[in-house]
């Protein structure tokens, strides 16, 4: 079942895909023809069965019947936003494309006093455009009804602005002093949205704990175990998962 991303509302029971990458990959990489099926998204994050009726190779684009498909959406139930500090190139990539493929809503990428990697403001909107294309990939691939936002921010305090219902740290000093309930207990609360912060590889400040806990942010552990930068947003996201969408109520 391969998936395609479309900005319109689809509301006829036929469509034309002018979307250029998604005509190339359909017709040039996967060589479809009349007759082969498709499945759409649109902007409501509704799916739909599109089978190709006509392809204009002059115009790039093909049309489509549609049929609405009603199974279940892929979405976590909890509006899942996961803020890392940036780490170098391939991790952020990573980053982005398997918190995609766990259920982030929203992935945000910021600086911090330990962060390794830092972005100069004349490349962060061709970085930025460059992720949410992974994001999109990613989210076609594990057929998501929406494509996360990935977004910069080049100071920490301006996480408070984007506060969640639900707010968190994942430090690992709380885990090395043997912290294991917090988390546990957070999400047996069952909070709408909820953003968990990830420091880089050297952790947090402890100044940066201090604001982030005065701004209300929780800290938790994330079990006795102390992960890599990359791991701990995955985990997370996992954890959120079997809680909200594996474990039978």
Request: include cysteine; charged fraction near 30%; hydrophobic fraction near 40%.
């Given at each position: 079942m391969e998936q395609y991303f479309v900005k319109e509302t689809i509301?006829?029971?036929?469509?034309?895909?002018?979307?250029?990458e998604s005509y190339k990959h359909i017709v040039k990489v996967l060589r479809h023809k009349v007759g082969d099926v498709v499945y759409l998204v649109d902007n409501t994050e509704s799916l739909f069965k599109a089978t190709v009726t006509e392809i204009d190779n002059d115009n790039s684009n093909l049309t489509v019947a549609i049929e609405k498909d009603n199974r279940s959406t892929t979405?976590?139930?909890?509006?899942?936003?996961?803020?890392?500090?940036?780490?170098?190139?391939?991790?952020?990539?990573w980053i982005t494309q398997k918190a995609t493929e766990l259920g982030a809503k929203k992935i945000i990428f910021f600086n911090s006093k330990y962060s390794i990697m830092h972005w100069k403001n004349?490349?962060?909107?061709?970085?930025?455009?460059?992720?949410?294309?992974?994001?999109?990939?990613?989210?076609?691939q594990s057929k998501r009804r929406i494509i996360p936002e990935v977004v910069y921010l080049d100071k920490l305090d301006k996480l408070v602005d984007m506060k969640e219902d639900t707010n968190l740290i994942a430090y690992e000093e709380s885990a090395k002093k043997g912290e294991i309930s917090l988390l546990a207990q957070t999400l047996?609360?069952?909070?709408?949205?909820?953003?968990?912060?990830?420091?880089?590889?050297g952790g947090f400040a402890?100044?940066?704990?201090?604001?982030?806990?005065?701004?209300?942010?929780?800290?938790v552990g994330l079990g006795p175990r102390i992960m890599r930068a990359e791991t701990a947003p995955m985990?997370?996201?996992?954890?959120?998962?079997y809680k909200y969408e594996l474990t039978v109520k």
């Open positions: 509301e006829e029971d036929k469509f034309v895909i002018n979307d250029l979405e976590l139930p909890i509006g899942v936003t996961i803020a890392c500090s940036l780490s170098k190139k391939d991790k952020v990539e004349n490349v962060v909107e061709k970085k930025l455009v460059r992720l949410q294309e992974i994001a999109k990939n990613a989210a076609q047996q609360k069952e909070p709408k949205s909820i953003m968990c912060t990830f420091g880089p590889e402890p100044d940066e704990v201090d604001f982030l806990n005065q701004q209300e942010f929780l800290s985990y997370f996201l996992s954890v959120l998962s």
